[in-house]
């Protein structure tokens, strides 16, 4: 099992910037790739930035240029460095953990709100 427990969230005004974090701690071994998602309220979770295990990024066009995730797999931990933040980033934000070769992100964070006011 993997647990994964996310701080940094908060309120901001647009324009601000926020980093999160994600410390994994329980059979880290078997992580791959890792990722933030994030929810809205009314709408579905859907993916901001993933990495993987050897720090190949992606990100969805409406955070790129950004929002920069990386890891440091000696700490074990995700960042996820939010710059230029709009009121639509507003939501519950959560790291998501899979182990190699599985497809789906089976491991999630309890989540961190972030507030972007306009």
């Known amino acids: 099992q993997v647990q994964l427990v996310e701080s940094g969230g908060g309120l901001v005004q647009a324009g601000g910037s926020l980093k999160l974090s994600c410390a994994a701690s329980?059979?880290?071994?078997?992580?791959?790739?890792m990722a933030w998602y994030r929810q809205a309220p009314g709408r579905q979770r859907e993916l901001v930035a993933s990495?993987?295990?050897?720090?190949?990024?992606n990100y969805p066009e409406s955070v790129k240029g950004r929002f920069a995730i990386s890891r440091d797999n000696v700490k074990n931990t995700v960042y996820l460095q939010m710059n230029s933040l709009k009121p639509e980033d507003t939501a519950v934000y959560y790291c998501?953990?899979?182990?190699?070769?599985?497809?789906?992100?089976?491991?999630w964070g309890q989540g961190t709100q972030v507030t972007v006011s306009s």
């Open positions: 998501a953990a899979r182990r190699t070769y599985v497809s789906a992100y089976e491991y």
């Open positions: 329980g059979t880290i071994f078997s992580i791959g790739d």
């Open positions: 990495i993987t295990r050897g720090a190949i990024t």
